[in-house]
């Protein structure tokens, strides 16, 4: 056999039955697993906690695929998002993050670990996502406005907007107000308090900036610590 059909019959092959087989693997890993729900906002440490847990050998949820569930979302329709949960460990970001999510999740799959992400402040947080998305939709030095958010192509042309317009009751002609995007916050992290009350057990409230931060995601989730804190990812 030569060089060029030994790469065609791994390609067409052997390719393939690896990607099977560890399909096949994460499914038994993940059955009747503890799930375990990042449920913080965005630009809160979530990916920095993605990465800690991937370390720790967790097997994380396709975000592309929860990102795509707006729609459904919006009509309260978790069905997908269910069947998302069935083929990982652990998730972040949309729409785990989006509020009441959290409520549906806790009666689907009982028994699961949820994790608030916090910043300092809520002025920090709002400064963090209005830089951030003013780099990737913007030209770094505004806050985007409507026409940036439409013309934007995270997953498909407009979803940024699509998104402004699902979470915050903004104007149209400034989709970051900033008292509103403060109540957004301040609202989201009241409201998993007060339906995790009594429950410490099931929830963990995180800043991954505080220095033992990651020794208490650990303690949470029941695994050792491999390093003394978060690795940083996406920091604004």
Known sequence: MTTGENVSFKKKYINPLKYLVKSNLNRVKVRNKTKIFCIGLNKTGTT???AALKELGFIMGNQRRG???LEEWKNRDFKKLFKLCRTAQAFQDAPFSYPDTYKYLDKEFPGSKFILTLRDSDEQWYNSITRFHSKIWADGKRIPTKEDLMNATYRYKGKPWEGN????NTPEDEPYKKDVLLEYYNKHNEDVLSFFKGREGDLLVL????DTAYNKLCEFIGEKPLREGFPWKNKT
């Open 48 to 50: 920095s906690l993605e």
């Open 165 to 168: 317009r699902a979470l915050f």
């Open 67 to 69: 990102e795509l569930l």
């Open 207 to 210: 800043n991954v900036a505080d």
